[in-house]
């Protein structure tokens, strides 16, 4: 298999990001050097899923490989069928996209204008707001609460001010961890003022285990103006497959639709029927060993009184008692590569939950430059 350190080698790392930049290539931006990294590196830095495709996907993939030389645009639409009706959508109310940054693109370029802002909390996900920059759009970003959860009211009054916009909301957060509650998001549908579009981003909703945590799919089929983003890459394994989908309403899947590069690699595209075909089995296995292997981790934490944000996906936000960037850039050498900085989040390190196997060398090696 190519290593990483590998496959940038023969690339030339630093090749430029076209369109929205995927985790992955935020994760190059943090403080790993590739060059003098060891081997058997540990990544914890990207929240990808150590478990990697499902043996379906993999399978459906080698199959399809040796057929890859035509479009086959004729399958597309039993394709995308089979994504809607895995959320008991219509193929109108759905677009599939190369990962959900496609979508989010996609969303951003059609509901945001100069005088209709992305409206969203920070930290969150980079990948809207460089979107919303590089278009020119204006943003207008607000804080966390106490809890580091969404000020939902906030959001709500600064939509009404500017007398519209598209509001990001990414349930779990990135990199937080926290979720916005069940009441939180009802209120803010039921609150949205005129001209605005709510999007949540639910990149990381299957790793969640509170009944506080619900998708915003139900408002999406009571025809509300929300839009839901969805990934491949994250429970599903597949980041370097690049799918993902978007979910609303069908007068604002037909806004978004122009705006999409083209038809996602038919490789992936098996890949994906094949996973959707064994999707609770897949959902319930991956589920069931992140829960345990976070919960263990949480424990660890506790035991050596160190605070961190309560997890809700498959990564977690550690309060290190200093500037955690300069803990961060002391790890990779060492063997683990966490998370980039999240300002002004200063002392709190983003950790991917990896195997058992990958977080016990975590534990080590954060223990070690934890104590110096
Ligand atoms: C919250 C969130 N949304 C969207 C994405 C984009 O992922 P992808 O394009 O691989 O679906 C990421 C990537 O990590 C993410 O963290």
């Given at each position: ?52 495709p499902?043996?379906?996907s ?174 491949f890459s994250?429970?599903y394994g597949m980041a370097g497959l690049?799918v ?24 992936s595209?098996?890949a994906v ?100």
């Open positions: 298999m190519l290593s990483r350190r590998a496959f940038a080698a023969r690339i030339g790392l630093g090749a430029a990001a076209v369109r929205m930049l995927p985790e992955m290539a935020w994760a190059q931006r943090a403080a790993v050097k590739v060059g003098d990294l060891p081997k058997d590196m540990v990544w914890l830095n990207a929240n990808e899923s150590p478990a990697g499902p043996a379906a993999l399978a459906a993939m080698r199959e399809v490989l040796p057929t890859s030389g035509r479009y086959h645009y004729q399958e597309f639409g039993d394709i995308y069928a089979a994504v809607a009706k895995s959320e008991d959508l219509q193929p109108g109310q759905t677009i599939v996209g190369a990962g959900s940054s496609e979508v989010l693109h996609c969303a951003i370029d059609a509901f945001t204008w100069p005088t209709r802002p992305l409206i969203t909390i920070t930290p969150t996900f980079e990948g809207p707001l460089e979107v919303a920059r590089a278009l020119g759009r204006p943003m207008v970003l607000t804080g966390l609460l106490p809890d580091y959860s969404a000020d939902v009211h906030k959001l709500v009054e600064v939509a009404g001010k500017a007398h519209g916009g598209l509001i990001y909301l990414c349930n779990p957060n990135n990199p937080t961890s926290a979720i916005t509650t069940r009441q939180d998001l009802d209120w803010l549908v039921a609150n949205l003022p005129a001209n605005t579009i709510l999007l949540v981003d639910e990149a990381y909703i299957h790793f969640g285990e509170s009944p506080d945590l619900v998708s915003a799919l139900p408002y999406v089929r009571q025809g509300k103006d929300v839009i839901v983003t969805r990934t994250k429970i690049r993902g989908f978007g979910a609303a309403k069908p007068e604002l899947i037909q806004r978004m639709t122009p705006l999409r590069m083209g038809v996602i690699s038919i490789v595209a098996h029927v094949a996973a959707l075909a064994d999707r609770e089995n897949i959902l319930r296995e991956r589920h069931a060993s992140l829960v345990e292997t976070r919960r263990e981790l949480c424990d660890w934490l506790r035991e050596r009184k160190l605070s961190f944000i309560q997890p809700h996906a498959n990564f977690i936000m550690i309060d290190v008692g200093r500037n955690a960037r300069e803990f961060g850039d002391a790890m990779p050498r060492l063997g683990v590569a966490p998370g980039r900085p999240f300002p002004p989040l200063d002392n709190l390190l983003r950790v991917t939950i990896g195997t058992d196997a990958e977080m016990a060398k975590f534990r080590d090696v954060f223990w070690k430059v934890y104590k110096g």
